[in-house]
């Protein structure tokens, strides 16, 4: 056996590998819609094939809407059964899927098998879990018009459904196996549309201006003029799928249901939502650190990191970091009286890429956890 030889003294390099953070997944859906299952439990899905393994007596969009989702580039969601189509249930549904810390996006397709009012009703309480929750984007779907001239139907839906973690989808698809006076609405097509602009930019990536694969038609022809009509300037949107001679069926819009100028575009918006998520992934060990210097040094340093690779990625515009990023966590942020709260306050703005200025946000350390407002 070799013996080891005593070094001489002097500096030598000691090779560390850093322990790679955990994987931050985005564009999962979570699903909801009427099925019956073994367990009342969230399945999670990488293939449509486990669908059938998991759920029968399948009543309306579900299958469809999951299948959509495969089909255009979705690599895992998660799907939850309800017992039927009411406000109640569903509620006690999105209650349920809060265990999940994937999930980043919500689909119901089968709330549109209710009425008018009671599928108002049931969005409005999807886009409050997704307001509560703090780090999921509803994708919804709009009322099935067949004419349009009931383009007003869809904007009076419109301006019933405001949040800035939402967006709202028409016309409706014609799929194989189904006729063409039985179309579906779009939501788990348009979630593998997220899923695989995420995967390919990033999700600071605008899903839009992307074919839709398995769609054979659509159920109403949206003209340039009605689309204008859909998304009026200054307000909330409704983003419409469109068919373009030689360039098939394609998502044509990204904007929200906000009001807010700065949350009006998906990409912007869903940017802001995983820098949250990856604060509350990363930093979560600083809770109950004491709310002093060193601790102030770390996370300005562990955030600009972050921040200057989003900017690398593209995320966020300026010729350099400066004008992409700041990040303060200092005295300043952290006066007597929010160090004696218990609180600690990081301040962070970012330019996405797109025109606009610094849109800003406060990350919010206590007992409870990390906010991002």
């Not at 108002?120 to 009322?143: K, P, T, W």
């Not at 998906?266 to 949250?276: A, D, H, M, S």
Request: hydrophobic fraction near 40%; charge should be negative; aromatic fraction near 8%.
């Amino acid at each position: 056996m070799p013996t080891l030889k005593p070094k001489i003294p002097g500096i030598y390099p000691d090779h560390i590998v850093p322990t790679p953070e955990p994987e931050l997944l985005t564009g999962v859906p979570v699903f909801f819609g009427e099925a019956e299952a073994d367990l009342k439990e969230p399945k999670k899905l990488t293939l449509l094939t486990q669908f059938d393994q998991y759920f029968s007596q399948v009543k309306g969009y579900l299958r469809d809407a999951v299948k959509g989702f495969f089909e255009n580039g979705g690599s895992l969601c998660y799907v939850i059964a309800l017992a039927n189509n009411t406000l109640d249930v569903l509620q006690r549904g999105l209650e349920a899927s809060e265990v999940l810390e994937n999930a980043d996006l919500v689909c119901a397709p089968d709330i549109m098998l209710a009425s008018e009012a009671e599928i108002i009703q049931m969005q409005r309480a999807v886009l409050e879990h997704c307001d509560r929750m703090g780090d999921r984007f509803a994708i919804l779907d709009s009322l099935q018009i067949n004419q349009d001239t009931e383009i007003d139907l869809l904007n009076h839906q419109r301006q019933e459904l405001k949040s800035n973690n939402g967006a709202l989808y028409a016309p409706w698809l014609i799929i194989e196996n189904r006729k063409e006076d039985d179309p579906i609405p779009p939501c788990g097509h348009i979630a593998g549309i997220y899923a695989s602009s995420d995967r390919t930019v990033g999700v600071h990536g605008a899903p839009a201006n992307i074919s839709l694969e398995g769609v054979l038609d659509l159920s109403l022809a949206l003209t340039p003029v009605r689309q204008e009509q859909l998304n009026p300037k200054n307000e909330s949107g409704i983003n419409c799928i469109r068919s373009f001679r030689g360039r098939g069926i394609r998502v044509w819009g990204v904007r929200t249901l906000s009001s807010l100028a700065e949350w009006q575009y998906i990409n912007v918006r869903r940017l802001f939502l995983t820098f949250g998520r990856w604060a509350n992934q990363n930093l979560a060990d600083t809770v109950f650190e004491p709310n002093a210097s060193p601790l102030w040094v770390r996370l300005q340093r562990d955030l600009s990191v972050y921040c200057e690779s989003l900017w690398q990625q593209g995320a966020l515009q300026g010729a350099v970091a400066q004008e992409a990023f700041y990040v303060k966590c200092d005295k300043e942020t952290n006066p007597r009286e929010n160090r004696e709260m218990g609180r600690l306050v990081a301040e962070v703005g970012l330019a996405p890429a797109i025109p606009g200025e610094f849109i800003q946000l406060l990350l919010v350390q206590s007992s409870s956890g990390i906010s991002v407002t």
